[in-house]
Structure formats: C-alpha cells, structure tokens
C-alpha cells in the first residue's frame, strides 16, 4: 500500500467516524419528553437511529452513544433522557457481554450511593434497560426477575462505586435537561 | 388447574401446564408472607396503587402515559408489568413498591388480595407510549407460552380499535404493513 492509499484509507475512516458522531448528536441532542419529539409519522429520530444501527457494526454505534453519555449528560434529568432515547433507539438490544460496567455507570449517574433512585422514572427506565441486557446473557431469569432492581443489585451497585470512585461524586440534580 | 392443584409443585425456571387461570407460585407467595411490603397477613398483596387497565379510552393522544413525579404524564417508555384477569381486562402498572423504595411490586400486586388469579402474566414493552411486544415472564405465575393467545386476542381487539397505540415495529403494524403490500 503506498503513503497515498493509506492516507486516502485513514482519511475514509476518520470520515466515517465523524458521521457517526454527528448522527449521534443528532440522535440525542434531543428532549425525549418534548411533544415535538419523533409526532407520529414523522419519527426520523427513530428512523436515524435504525438506519445507524443498519449501517455500521453495532459496537461503534454503541461506544459512539457512550461517548455522547458520558460526555453531554452533566445531571442526572440529562442521563435520565438519554436512557428514554437510548430505549427508544433499541439501545438496549445490542449484544453486550458485559453491561455491568455501563449499568453501574448508569446508576451511579442516577441514584445516591446507598441505592436511592432519584425518580421513580429513573427506576424504571433502568431497570428496563438492566433486565433486557441481564437477560440476554443469562443474569436474570424467571425466578428472579419480579423482585430485580438495578439499584440493589450487587453487581451493578459495585460497578457504580467503583465509577464514583473513579470520577467523584455525580450531580443528580433533576431540574429538567441541561445541555 | 394451574397451581391451585395440591398435586403439582412445578419446576424452577419452567412454566407451568396450560390452565385456564393461574394462582400464585406456591414458592413465591411463600416468600412474599415474610416480607410485609409485600404481603400483609390479613389482606394478601397490597394494591399497586400505578395499576391502570390499558385500554384506548385510557390512551392520550395515540400513546398510554402515567403520572411522574412531577405529577406530569409522562410517556411510557420500557417494560412494565401485566396481568390479564379472569374478567379479561389488561391491567398493567410501574414495578414501583410505594412501601419500600429499594423493593419491586410483583404481579399480584397488580390486583391485590391474598392470592389473585389470573388468566396470564408478564411484561409488556413500551417505546414512547406504544405498545411494542408482549411475553409471559411472570415468576409469580409462570404461565404457560399458550396462555399469551388470550393476551393477544385483548390486543388485537385493542388494535382494531386504535392502530396508533401500537409502535411502527410492532407485530400488529408490521402485519398490517405485509397484508396491505400484498
């Protein structure tokens, strides 16, 4: 390969992840609560985000995502959105074999560090996310599943200490969406 | 019929044999005795008090909604629980136990009393106030896959009426889609 064919190649890559990145702003630069949001017959939020995951291998869509989480969501009512659209979008579909680690992120953005969620919409939207991605691979199953919280389950509580850890104290202010 | 029969203790993990109606796991309702945020002594499950019958008149604006905290409506969005009662009606309601705030509410909550019977049980799949998908994951009744015929017989009743309370994605809209192609 000569220095031409490797630039035009690194130059087709950074291009395509700069595409990524912008329909994922577009995708979540958004108030999932809005009555402007995705009306009915016009959802091309809803339709971008199946054409992205259509389109690309289902990993970079979802670091992609996890980068615009952990780096536009400064409070707690902003994590709480993107976790609406992150369902909305089918998110939680993708074929993660460890979603400890991102649902204990998840908590810790969300819930005081004894477990306490900070909306019951929180609870929801994270359990949600929690049982579908635990299910998957086989951590949740029939027997326990009524009673499954992602805020008092051990795994998930210790992945979030381990995130408070490691970045501090999260701002679970609930003040509607701040950019 | 169901687990209301003395002979059967059933299997963990499994659902149960096809019954018209299903009591509570005996297992369950078991543990859920020593647990007063759960069960009271004298009067079984308490009520769910976010129980609501998914209907279209409870629909707003082509999609189904329930009170925050702000006391707001909000749409909903991801999997909450439901039970279809013996009176056929949908009933469905947040997980949220208002008596403990680290505790879940179980099915039976979703009618309340000692041990509420139900023709099915399971979760139902929400995006943005549309109904998505339906299953029969119930620890509490493990009912029986052939029991969901009756859940969806309710919802495509439920459709007739008001295809937009159904997402795009949905089996209902996607079938539609297919028949009208043809």
Known sequence: MTDNDKNTELGASFTRKEELEKTTRFLFDCDFEADDFDPDGAEIHSAAARKMRETHPWREVYDSWLRYLTSHCPTASSVVNWENLFWYYSGMKFPVPNPYPFLGYLLYRTATPEGHMVSEEAMTILDSIAMDMLERIGAVAIDTIDYYGANTDSKVLASAAVWREKLGPADLSTNGLES | ?182
């Not at chain 2, 409506?73 to 949220?96: E, F, Q, S, W």
Request: hydrophobic residues 30%; neutral net charge; aromatic residues 8%.
């Open chain 2, 1 to 182: 019929m169901g687990s209301g029969s003395s002979s059967y203790t059933g299997t963990q993990g499994s659902s149960q044999p096809y019954a018209e109606s299903y009591h509570v796991m005996p297992d369950m309702i078991e543990h859920d005795k020593h647990d007063p945020d759960i069960y009271d002594p004298q009067t079984g499950y308490f009520k769910n008090p976010t129980a609501f019958e998914l209907t279209a008149a409870s629909a707003i604006d082509g999609g189904f909604s329930m009170i925050g905290h702000d006391d707001k409506p909000h749409r909903i969005n991801g999997r909450i629980t439901y039970v279809l009662d013996l009176a056929g009606r949908l009933i469905a309601a947040k997980r949220v136990n208002p008596n403990a705030a680290g505790k879940r509410a179980p099915h039976p909550t979703l009618i309340g009393g000692r041990n509420p019977c139900v023709q099915c049980a399971g979760m139902i799949e929400f995006q943005k106030g549309k109904i998505l998908s339906v299953d029969t994951v119930s620890g509490h009744y493990k009912p029986a896959k052939e029991s969901l015929t009756k859940v969806m017989a309710y919802l495509d009743r439920l459709y007739a009426t008001n295809p937009e309370l159904f997402h795009s994605d949905s089996s209902w809209r996607r079938n539609d889609r297919q028949r009208q192609e043809h």
